[in-house]
């Protein structure tokens, strides 16, 4: 039981990440499929950069409170760069996860993996 009490700021700082993620990249590419699908290929731009800060503001929810919770100086398990990787491969991992499902067109790659693992070790070694 002690060990699951440890662990809840570092559980609760993951999850609200990869919900912060979600969010993030519905905001960023999610009118692109809306397009492609020709749900909003009439809207103006306008209309889809407030729907995206809309979607963005959910994701800002997330992210703040996580960052807060999982921060080492707030009592949280994690470092400022530590909280940074694991914010960026979840960032790639879900956008890899979105890409797979909406575009038909995206096919993952071992060039992907080898791109991503790289960006991860140049981070950590920063």
């Known amino acids: ?23 993030m990249t519905l905001a960023w590419y999610g009118h692109l499929k809306l397009q492609s699908s020709g749900i909003s290929t009439n809207w103006p731009l306008y209309v ?16 703040v409170p996580a960052n807060r919770i999982g921060f080492v100086d707030n009592g949280g398990p994690f470092s400022l760069m530590q909280l940074k990787v694991i914010q960026e491969i979840i960032t790639l991992t879900v956008f890899i996860l979105f890409s797979m499902l909406a575009f038909e067109s995206f096919h993952l790659r071992w060039n992907h993996i080898v791109a991503a693992c790289d960006c991860d070790i140049r981070i950590s070694r920063a």
Do not use: D
């Open 1 to 23: 039981m002690t060990a699951l009490l440890k662990s809840a700021p570092m559980l609760t700082t993951v999850g609200m990440l990869v919900i912060s993620n979600i969010f």
């Open 48 to 63: 889809v950069i407030l729907m995206s800060w809309g979607i963005a503001l959910l994701e800002y929810c997330f992210q």
